[in-house]
């Protein structure tokens, strides 16, 4: 009996929590795109505060430091203070990066396509081809209508995650997670 890899356990857990975001998603769309925005808003600021110090601490030493740190670190807080405060707006900018990420990531499987097939076997590579496929078209649809974008947005990513989920279980089941 062979043992599995490292790369399969890694597969299989990543399946699981996609599944479990797909379906907490899928039940709660609108909670869930609000958490992302907020605490994407957090991290805008902590970020900026650091930039901001860093030019603070660079100045105070050196006598001169990177004015785009600073410039950078005053955006950073500033858009952060703004998802915080406005986070319709920052839903309105999700559903305009939510389908480029789908985009690049569905490029990104299909690319490997052929290390798939060799590896993984036929029945998994046309699942993960035909899921990809789908997640393109749904991510072009998004793309170009940015109002099926904003209504659709917690329904497709939920839908997409759990069939990333069962992509990622059923590769670490085959013969690429041992």
């Known amino acids: 009996m062979r043992k599995r890899s490292g790369f399969g356990w890694l597969q299989l857990g990543i399946?699981?929590?996609?599944?479990?975001?797909?379906?907490?998603?899928?039940f709660n769309p609108r909670p869930t795109l609000t958490g992302l925005i907020i605490l994407y808003g957090i991290l805008a600021v902590i970020m900026g505060a650091a930039d901001i110090l860093f030019f603070i601490r660079t100045e105070r030493y050196t006598g001169?430091?990177?004015?785009?740190?600073?410039?950078?670190g005053i955006l950073s807080v500033t858009t952060g203070i703004m998802l915080l405060v406005y986070t319709e707006a920052g839903i309105l900018i999700l559903s305009i990066l939510f389908p480029v990420w789908f985009i690049t990531h569905c490029i990104s499987?299909?690319?490997h396509l052929n290390s798939i097939r060799f590896i993984a076997g036929v029945s998994i590579y046309y699942f993960t081809m035909?899921?990809?496929?789908?997640?393109?078209?749904l991510a072009l649809l998004m793309l170009f209508n940015p109002l099926l974008s904003l209504t659709a947005i917690g329904i497709i990513a939920a839908i997409y995650l759990i069939l990333l989920g069962i992509d990622s279980i059923a590769?670490?089941?085959?013969?690429m997670g041992l």
């Open 109 to 111: 499987r299909l690319s």
């Open 130 to 137: 035909i899921v990809n496929i789908i997640g393109l078209v």
């Open 64 to 72: 001169f430091a990177p004015v785009i740190s600073l410039i950078s």
């Open 171 to 175: 590769l670490s089941l085959s013969d």
């Open 15 to 26: 399946g699981v929590l996609l599944i479990l975001a797909g379906i907490l998603t899928l």
